[in-house]
């Protein structure tokens, strides 16, 4: 325990660090700066909504796993299959079918071909996606590589594009910005960026890997979660701040017709000259590589355990690897035209979740569920809107221009809760069996005493997955598949404060939500 003390301040850097780069992908370096661009003079106010919508949504969904213990229990309140169909539809359109395949080709793009022309891309890419298996091969040691190695080698590069570039700036801000609304345009960009979702299966990578060092306890492993994020969400302001000062400094100079990736590269060469250009490329490759690593891991670590450990991690990578490799250069626009809609349509109900996991974690879940459905259908429609099907009523909801017209349907769709006074109320006792029914809903509240007398209030969530917390045992379930009552025994430490065990079989269910089960003198 001592031990684990003496680590936390290292650990919280290590894992910082890691979530750092993991979220500083290739399109946060070209974005920032053409923002700046777009906004002059109000680049400040531009780049504040850009931060909000993007890492401000990210950071949220990190502290909403950490709140409920884990990536799959935020979006486990729709049931067991809808979440894992949600979870896999997460997973395969921000990696292997889009964003891991795009990191090999922006690297080319934008760090290969400038400094290297002789190169191909179909050998770079081979190489590259060689280099994100072998670095991705060993599970425990990924947040180690990016946060230990890569990271400290990206931050310095970019420390040295940025400072050059405020010291010696390229020129005057603009004295009129080229668009209406900065604001506007800054959280739709944050928006669309859709790091909210990432921040899903990156915290799967990460929870495990606090979990290896050996923060087991749930206090211990919030406190390095949190600081870890919160130094992550620190350094990607200083950063993306610096890039939209950039750009708001040659916003005199371009307009909207240079492409993103061109004004970026033009900057850094007129600051630095060849030499910044291959700071530049080294920049852009390790972004896309500590991107491409995070991606990677996480999808293969949530397949394999997805599958109960049939399939092995290391196949997964394997598998992960070679496809992307084959779409980044056969097929990534089209997979990306499959992929993109599928994102649209998923992303408004992962947010609700999301928002409901951090804010109200003990909403049961057929409420959560009824304010899921009204973002699902209200997605649905948007997305179809976009690509051509005529819509016109829903350019008049409320948050439409910024993207969110999905907010109030789900607010409208939100369930009435079933009065409390006409349900049933059993209990347990502790170190004793009760009948308990087989129930849909997939968690209880738990009220117990510690031996002081003092009451505690815990959540105890019925999740598949390795045990969480301080539950000490519980019997496997009777009678699983049949409506018949089943029994239980509950052993529980008071000490604990949130509370995570799985189930032998998946068709055992605790009460609903609003029934307790009470458990006096642990």
């Known amino acids: 325990m001592k031990e684990t003390k003496n680590r936390a301040p290292r650990d919280i850097i290590v894992v910082g660090f890691a979530l ?94 400038p400094n290297l022309p002789g190169v191909s891309a179909v050998v770079f890419s081979v190489l590259f996606f060689a280099l994100i298996l072998a670095l991705c091969i060993r599970e425990s040691a990924v947040v180690d590589i990016v946060g230990k190695v890569l990271t400290p080698l990206l931050l310095v590069g970019l420390a040295a594009i940025i400072i050059k570039g405020i010291v010696t700036p390229l020129g005057t801000i603009a004295p009129e910005a080229k668009i209406d609304s900065a604001v506007v345009t800054g959280v739709k960009a944050g928006y669309q960026t859709m790091d909210a979702l990432a921040a899903l299966p990156f915290g799967i990578l990460v929870l495990q890997s606090v979990i290896d060092k050996g923060y087991t306890e ?83 670590a949530y397949f394999a355990k997805l599958c109960r450990g049939k399939v092995s991690y290391k196949v997964f990578v394997i598998a992960i690897c070679v496809f992307s490799a084959v779409v980044s250069n056969l097929g990534l626009d ?48 948007c997305t179809l809107d976009g690509y051509g099907v005529p819509l016109t009523f829903l350019h008049k909801l409320p948050l439409f221009e910024l993207g969110f017209a999905w907010v109030l349907p789900s607010v409208f769709f939100i369930e009435k809760p079933i009065s409390t006074r006409s349900a049933p109320r059993p209990s347990v006792r502790a170190y004793s069996s009760a009948s308990l029914s087989n129930r849909s809903s997939e968690s209880a509240n738990i009220i117990y005493s510690a031996s002081s007398g003092t009451a505690s209030r815990a959540r105890f969530r019925a999740l598949a997955g390795p045990p969480f917390g301080t539950v000490i045992g519980i019997s496997r379930a009777s009678s699983a598949r049949s409506r018949s009552s089943t029994a239980a025994v509950l052993s529980v430490d008071p000490s604990s404060t949130t509370m995570r065990t799985r189930f032998d079989t998946v068709w055992f269910r605790m009460l609903r939500t609003d029934a307790s089960i009470v458990a006096p003198e642990l």
Do not use: H
Request: net charge positive; hydrophobic share 55%.
């Open 20 to 113: 750092f780069s993991m979220f500083f992908g290739a399109g946060n370096v070209i974005f920032p700066p053409y923002l700046g661009m777009e906004s002059g003079p109000q680049w400040l106010a531009g780049f504040s909504a850009y931060f909000i919508a993007d890492i401000g949504l990210a950071l949220a969904a990190m502290f909403a796993l950490l709140r409920v213990g884990s990536s799959e229990a935020v979006l486990q309140r729709v049931g067991r299959v809808p979440s894992e169909v949600l979870m896999c539809a997460i997973i395969l359109c921000v990696g292997p079918m889009v964003a891991i395949p795009r990191t090999s080709a922006s690297t080319f793009e934008m760090a290969i071909a």
């Open 218 to 300: 749930s206090g211990k492993k919030f406190r390095i979660m949190s600081g870890s994020s919160i130094l992550a969400c620190v350094l990607l302001l200083a950063v993306y701040m610096g890039l939209a000062y950039l750009g708001a400094t040659v916003s005199a100079q371009y307009d909207q017709s240079i492409g993103r990736a061109q004004l970026v590269m033009a900057i850094v060469e007129a600051l630095m000259g060849k030499t910044g250009m291959i700071i530049f490329g080294i920049v852009v490759g390790l972004a896309c590589i500590t991107t491409a690593v995070a991606l990677t891991s996480s999808a293969a």
């Open 334 to 381: 089209r997979i990306v035209a499959v992929a993109a809609p599928v994102l649209d349509v998923v992303y408004p109900p992962t947010l609700v979740l999301i928002f409901i996991s951090l804010v109200v974690p003990r909403l049961p879940d057929r409420i959560s569920r009824g304010a899921v459905i009204g973002a699902l259908l209200m997605s649905i429609l």
